[in-house]
C-alpha cells in the first residue's frame, strides 16, 4: 500500500473541472488528485469523460470551470506548454512519433542539444542521453533504430522515454496495453514500477481489471462525465467497480418490436485468426436480426468486421458470406452483398469534397450501369429516390458531403451501400458523434433493413444501444469471443464483466 495521504501532498490536484462542448456536457465538477510515487487508475465505460479529463490536464482542452494546484500552489493550464513547464506528460492510444526519425531523434524532437557551430546538432550528445534513457528503462535498442521499425511496445517505451527527458513528474498513460503482448505487458509493468520507486506520479486509465488490482494504489470510477467516487484496491472489489461504472438507468428510447425467426446464415465466420490482432473467432449472423459485437475500446471488434470484410487479410479459418467462401478483398466481400460501415465515416466511408450524389452512387456505380454507360438522368433519379427513402437533409444532391451533419453523412454511406445491392450490413459505431434525435432515426433505418430480410452486425461502444437494439450479442475481449449472450441475458453488468475480467 502506498503512504497514507496525511503524511504526503499531492503533487497535482483538479478541483471542480466543468468541460462541455456542443450538445455535450463532457466533465461535470470533477476533482482529481495526483501523488508521487503512486499508480492512480482511472476507470469508467467508453464516454464516461477519462479522456477529456486528461486532455483537460495537459492542456488540449481548456476547462470551462475549475481549478488547478501543483505542489498547493494555484496553477494554471492553458496550453500544452503550461503542462511541459508543469512536468506533466500523457501518452495517448495515439503516438506522437515521427515514423522516419531515429529514437534518439524522436526523444529530443525540437529540443535538440545544440552543437559548437550555431545551428548544428551534437548528435553525439544527443545519442548518448538517449541511450542512458533507453538504460534506464531496461532497452536494449540502438538509439539510432528508425522508429518505424519498431513495434508498439517500443514505440510506447519511446515515448515513455520521450516524457523522461522533459523531466515528467507526472505521466498519464491511456490504455497504454491495449495493443501489447503478455511479455510486452510485463515490461511495461516493471517500468511502471521502476518510475513509482523514483516517485514519479503515474495516472493509468484502463478497461482491465486484472491491471487495475496488480498495479493500482488509487481507484478513481467516472461515469457520465461525472466522479462517482474513489476507492482503495483494498477495499472494493471488480464486480462493484463495474456496478459503480454503470449505474444508471438503460435508456430505451430505442426500443424495437423483435421480428419473427431469422432467416438463412448471412455471414458465418469459423475459426477465424488475423495479422491485425484477432483469434479463434466463430461467430453467425442472420438474415432477419442484428447481432452486436460488444467489447471495450482496443477489444477487436473493428478487426474483426475488417477481415469480415476482406479489408485485412485472415492468416487461418474461413469467412462465408451467404454460403459463399469469401476469397479476396473488399471488392469480392461487396459482391457477395456484404458492406462495411466504417467508424471513420469521414476517412473511410466518403468522398468528403464530392456531391451527395456521387457519394451514394460510388458503391454501386456497376450495378446502376451494367453497360458501363453513365447516365445523368437515370444517376439524378436513382439519387433522389435514395435521398427521398433516408431522409436525407440536404438542399439538394449537388451539395457536397462535407457540409452535411454527421447524422445525415451516415445516411448518405448507408444509402451508397443500398444502392450497391448490399444484404450484409456490418456497423462500426455507427452514431459515434451523432446527437440524439439523429440516432433514433438511424436506428430506425437499421430495423427498416433487418424487416426487409438484410443481416446487420452492429458494433457500439454504447451498451444501451447494444441492448436495447440487438437480438443477440457477442462480447470481444484481448481479440477474442469471450462470450454470447441471446437478448434475455444482457444488461450493461453482464457485458462489462465479460468484457473486462474474467468472469
Not at 43 to 51: I, M, Q, R, V
Not at 431 to 436: A, E, K, Q
Given at each position: 500500500?502506498?503512504?497514507?495521504?496525511?503524511?504526503?501532498?499531492?503533487?497535482?490536484?483538479?478541483?471542480?473541472?466543468?468541460?462541455?462542448?456542443?450538445?455535450?456536457?463532457?466533465?461535470?465538477?470533477?476533482?482529481?488528485?495526483?501523488?508521487?510515487?503512486?499508480?492512480?487508475?482511472?476507470?469508467?465505460?467508453?464516454?464516461?469523460?477519462?479522456?477529456?479529463?486528461?486532455?483537460?490536464?495537459?492542456?488540449?482542452?481548456?476547462?470551462?470551470?475549475?481549478?488547478?494546484?501543483?505542489?498547493?500552489?494555484?496553477?494554471?493550464?492553458?496550453?500544452?506548454?503550461?503542462?511541459?513547464?508543469?512536468?506533466?506528460?500523457?501518452?495517448?492510444?495515439?503516438?506522437?512519433?515521427?515514423?522516419?526519425?531515429?529514437?534518439?531523434?524522436?526523444?529530443?524532437?525540437?529540443?535538440?542539444?545544440?552543437?559548437?557551430?550555431?545551428?548544428?546538432?551534437?548528435?553525439?550528445?544527443?545519442?548518448?542521453?538517449?541511450?542512458?534513457?533507453?538504460?534506464?528503462?531496461?532497452?536494449?535498442?540502438?538509439?539510432?533504430?528508425?522508429?518505424?521499425?519498431?513495434?508498439?511496445?517500443?514505440?510506447?517505451?519511446?515515448?515513455?522515454?520521450?516524457?523522461?527527458?522533459?523531466?515528467?513528474?507526472?505521466?498519464?498513460?491511456?490504455?497504454?496495453?491495449?495493443?501489447?503482448?503478455?511479455?510486452?505487458?510485463?515490461?511495461?509493468?516493471?517500468?511502471?514500477?521502476?518510475?513509482?520507486?523514483?516517485?514519479?506520479?503515474?495516472?493509468?486509465?484502463?478497461?482491465?481489471?486484472?491491471?487495475?488490482?496488480?498495479?493500482?494504489?488509487?481507484?478513481?470510477?467516472?461515469?457520465?462525465?461525472?466522479?462517482?467516487?474513489?476507492?482503495?484496491?483494498?477495499?472494493?472489489?471488480?464486480?462493484?467497480?463495474?456496478?459503480?461504472?454503470v449505474g444508471r438507468k438503460v435508456d430505451?428510447?430505442?426500443?424495437?418490436?423483435?421480428?419473427?425467426?431469422?432467416?438463412?446464415?448471412?455471414?458465418?465466420?469459423?475459426?477465424?485468426?488475423?495479422?491485425?490482432?484477432?483469434?479463434?473467432?466463430?461467430?453467425?449472423?442472420?438474415?432477419?436480426?442484428?447481432?452486436?459485437?460488444?467489447?471495450?475500446?482496443?477489444?477487436?471488434?473493428?478487426?474483426?468486421?475488417?477481415?469480415?470484410?476482406?479489408?485485412?487479410?485472415?492468416?487461418?479459418?474461413?469467412?462465408?458470406?451467404?454460403?459463399?467462401?469469401?476469397?479476396?478483398g473488399p471488392g469480392k466481400a461487396r459482391a457477395l452483398g456484404?458492406?462495411?460501415?466504417?467508424?471513420?465515416?469521414?476517412?473511410?466511408?466518403?468522398?468528403?469534397?464530392?456531391?451527395?450524389?456521387?457519394?451514394?452512387?460510388?458503391?454501386?456505380?456497376?450495378?446502376?450501369?451494367?453497360?458501363?454507360?453513365?447516365?445523368?438522368?437515370?444517376?439524378?433519379?436513382?439519387?433522389?429516390?435514395?435521398?427521398?427513402?433516408?431522409?436525407?437533409?440536404?438542399?439538394?444532391?449537388?451539395?457536397?458531403?462535407?457540409?452535411?451533419?454527421?447524422?445525415?453523412?451516415?445516411?448518405?454511406?448507408?444509402?451508397?451501400?443500398?444502392?450497391?445491392?448490399?444484404?450484409?450490413?456490418?456497423?462500426?459505431?455507427?452514431?459515434?458523434?451523432?446527437?440524439?434525435?439523429?440516432?433514433?432515426?438511424?436506428?430506425?433505418?437499421?430495423?427498416?433493413?433487418?424487416?426487409?430480410?438484410?443481416?446487420?452486425?452492429?458494433?457500439?461502444?454504447?451498451?444501451?444501444?447494444?441492448?436495447?437494439?440487438?437480438?443477440?450479442?457477442?462480447?470481444?475481449?484481448?481479440?477474442?469471443?469471450?462470450?454470447?449472450?441471446?437478448?434475455?441475458?444482457?444488461?450493461?453488468?453482464?457485458?462489462?464483466?465479460?468484457?473486462?475480467?474474467?468472469?
Open positions: 500500500m502506498h503512504a497514507s495521504h496525511d503524511d504526503s501532498k499531492p503533487i497535482l490536484e483538479m478541483r471542480g473541472i466543468t468541460k462541455a462542448f456542443p450538445g455535450v456536457k463532457a466533465l461535470d465538477d470533477v476533482s482529481f488528485s495526483i501523488y508521487p510515487g503512486e499508480v492512480h487508475m482511472l476507470l469508467g465505460e467508453n464516454g464516461a469523460g477519462k479522456s477529456t479529463l486528461m486532455k483537460v490536464l495537459c492542456g488540449v482542452h481548456i476547462a470551462d470551470a475549475g481549478a488547478f494546484l501543483y505542489q498547493g500552489e494555484p496553477v494554471q493550464i492553458a496550453s500544452p506548454v503550461d503542462t511541459m513547464r508543469l512536468g506533466i506528460a500523457v501518452i495517448f492510444q495515439e503516438f506522437s512519433l515521427v515514423p522516419h526519425l531515429d529514437i534518439a531523434q524522436n526523444i529530443f524532437l525540437g529540443r535538440e542539444p545544440r552543437g559548437r557551430i550555431p545551428g548544428s546538432v551534437d548528435h553525439q550528445a544527443m545519442h548518448a542521453a538517449a541511450r542512458c534513457l533507453l538504460d534506464t528503462l531496461g532497452m536494449a535498442l540502438s538509439t539510432h533504430t528508425p522508429v518505424c521499425q519498431l513495434g508498439v511496445a517500443q514505440q510506447q517505451m519511446v515515448e515513455i522515454a520521450k516524457a523522461l527527458s522533459q523531466d515528467a513528474r507526472i505521466l498519464v498513460l491511456d490504455e497504454p496495453t491495449a495493443a501489447l503482448s503478455d511479455r510486452e505487458t510485463e515490461r511495461l509493468f516493471d517500468v511502471i514500477r521502476r518510475l513509482k520507486a523514483d516517485g514519479v506520479a503515474l495516472v493509468y486509465i484502463s478497461h482491465r481489471m486484472a491491471e487495475v488490482f496488480a498495479l493500482g494504489d488509487r481507484i478513481t470510477v467516472m461515469r457520465d462525465g461525472r466522479k462517482v467516487g474513489s476507492y482503495l484496491p483494498a477495499d472494493a472489489t471488480p464486480d462493484e467497480l463495474v456496478t459503480r461504472m430505451m428510447s430505442y426500443s424495437r418490436e423483435r421480428s419473427g425467426v431469422p432467416g438463412e446464415i448471412a455471414l458465418e465466420v469459423c475459426g477465424v485468426s488475423a495479422a491485425n490482432g484477432i483469434e479463434d473467432i466463430n461467430l453467425h449472423v442472420r438474415a432477419g436480426e442484428i447481432v452486436g459485437l460488444a467489447g471495450l475500446v482496443g477489444s477487436g471488434r473493428s478487426e474483426l468486421a475488417r477481415a469480415a470484410f476482406g479489408a485485412d487479410p485472415i492468416r487461418r479459418g474461413e469467412i462465408r458470406i451467404f454460403g459463399q467462401v469469401m476469397r479476396g456484404a458492406a462495411l460501415i466504417p467508424e471513420s465515416r469521414k476517412t473511410e466511408g466518403l468522398a468528403l469534397v464530392r456531391s451527395v450524389r456521387d457519394n451514394l452512387l460510388l458503391a454501386g456505380l456497376r450495378r446502376a450501369f451494367p453497360m458501363h454507360w453513365y447516365h445523368q438522368g437515370k444517376a439524378e433519379s436513382l439519387a433522389a429516390k435514395e435521398i427521398a427513402r433516408l431522409r436525407i437533409a440536404t438542399p439538394n444532391a449537388d451539395q457536397l458531403a462535407q457540409n452535411l451533419s454527421g447524422g445525415n453523412q451516415q445516411k448518405i454511406v448507408i444509402g451508397k451501400w443500398l444502392l450497391a445491392g448490399a444484404r450484409l450490413f456490418i456497423f462500426d459505431e455507427p452514431t459515434r458523434g451523432i446527437d440524439v434525435g439523429a440516432k433514433a432515426e438511424i436506428f430506425a433505418l437499421i430495423d427498416g433493413l433487418v424487416r426487409q430480410g438484410a443481416a446487420v452486425l452492429l458494433i457500439s461502444s454504447e451498451l444501451p444501444e447494444i441492448i436495447t437494439v440487438c437480438d443477440r450479442a457477442y462480447v470481444m475481449r484481448e481479440g477474442r469471443i469471450a462470450g454470447e449472450l441471446a437478448h434475455d441475458q444482457m444488461s450493461e453488468e453482464r457485458i462489462l464483466q465479460l468484457g473486462m475480467n474474467d468472469a
